[in-house]
């Protein structure tokens, strides 16, 4: 057995084992192979794309080749985009042809970025600290009562897809490098080059789902696309409060005319849930997908955080459960549901529910489910929907 031969047995058993202790023993009996480690970091770094959407079933590897510095150098020309369009396609083709059919299997699900292991990447840096890199940025809860702390600074949200401004780029919250807006770039540094910024990409005008389709696209110019800042992560040793004054004084705000590429995006101190209720109200009339509430002493704190949470427009309905699907991450649990329309709703589901029912399926298939969303697409699709409750008298 060669070694991609061992290291594609060893991904496989990973799939196929559900306890995370036992995912991590064999893990960690890799780790000690430099190639298993390649593997893992460029099929978890969430700063590496290979821009490759599809690769040909025709292409399984007829030859003697192996992962080795040849491939890692070809993935980064791939990633960096030294090599691009039918040029990349080939090469990588070509080289995938020269491995051996393992080795050929192991580079389709590095360029696919998923090992479908049923492993994150937090578990593997538990094993080996840092080899993966992870990127991280604060993010906002849905609103609940009891989390309330008066006062909040609140703001309106836009339906915008989040930036972050690490160094002289952007990335959207996942860490994938936004292209294209040099001109958002050059504005900040006119500003101040060192600012690390959280705020909202978006296209003045345009519906969410276009707007969002060209920002993550490859284009090399998205002049239209504008910058929404409402928090700058490096000044985090500070109060939000002490942050958006910065922004205050550094920036135009949101609706400003003309609108420069960047602005900021403005809060207010609110001590009431009338004050929140009424200032909701008054977002939406004006086509804001909601409101930002936050904690005006609260620290940065990366990933979610009852300092911040938000009350957004939506909508609810009940659908037929026509079928359930079993979890890549974590084989044997449910994945989530498909239901009418053929929509898969992933999100909602307790550990107890996603165990019972990939087992049980009957349970709830050809019953209505309550699902709640943020919008129904002109496709009829839905986006972001979470399943909220099997409607049992129905």
Not at 45 to 61: C, N, T, W
Not at 276 to 285: G, K, L
Not at 348 to 376: N, Q
Request: net charge positive.
């Amino acid at each position: 057995m060669n070694l991609s031969d061992s290291i594609l047995k060893e991904i496989e058993l990973l799939r196929s084992t559900s306890g995370t202790l036992d995912k991590e023993r064999i893990l960690r009996r890799n780790m000690d192979k430099v190639v298993f480690k390649k593997i893992l970091y460029y099929a978890y770094s969430p700063y590496i794309r290979y821009h490759i959407r599809k690769i040909p079933d025709s292409v399984q590897g007829n030859g003697f080749g192996e992962l080795t510095h040849e491939t890692w150098v070809l993935l980064n020309k791939l990633s960096l985009r030294k090599i691009t369009g039918t040029a990349a396609r080939e090469t990588l083709f070509e080289y995938m042809e020269s491995l051996t059919k393992s080795a050929a299997i192991l580079l389709k699900m590095i360029i696919k970025k998923d090992l479908k292991a049923g492993v994150a990447a937090k578990t593997i840096n538990k094993l080996v600290p840092g080899l993966i890199p992870s990127f991280e940025c604060q993010l906002v809860n849905n609103w609940v009562d009891s989390k309330v702390k008066w006062p909040l600074l609140i703001s309106p949200k836009l339906d915008g897809t989040r930036g972050e401004k690490r160094g002289g780029q952007i990335f959207t919250r996942g860490g994938h490098q936004i292209t294209g807006v040099q001109h958002v770039l050059d504005y900040m540094n006119t500003v101040n080059p060192n600012l690390t910024t959280s705020g909202e990409l978006w296209i003045p005008g345009m519906p969410f789902r276009r707007s969002n389709g060209i920002i993550k696209s490859n284009k090399p110019e998205k002049p239209n696309v504008r910058y929404a800042l409402f928090d700058i992560p490096n000044l985090g040793a500070g109060p939000l409060e002490d942050r958006l004054r910065v922004l205050e004084r550094s920036f135009y705000p949101l609706e400003s005319n003309p609108l420069p590429p960047v602005c900021f995006i403005p809060h207010i101190l609110v001590h009431s849930m009338d004050q929140v209720t009424r200032m909701y109200n008054y977002w939406r009339s004006r086509g804001y997908e909601g409101l930002v509430a936050k904690n005006p002493k609260g620290r940065v704190c990366m990933g979610k955080s009852s300092d911040w949470m938000r009350i957004v427009a939506g909508d609810s309905a009940e659908y037929t459960v026509i079928g359930v699907y079993e979890s890549e991450e974590k084989p044997g649990f449910m994945g989530g549901i498909i239901i009418e329309g053929n929509i898969r709703v992933g999100s909602g589901f307790s550990d107890s529910e996603r165990l019972e029912y990939l087992r049980h399926p009957e349970k709830i298939v050809g019953r209505k489910a309550t699902i709640d969303f943020k919008e129904k697409t002109a496709a009829g699709s839905l986006r972001q929907p979470i399943y909220k409750a099997i409607r049992w008298d129905l």
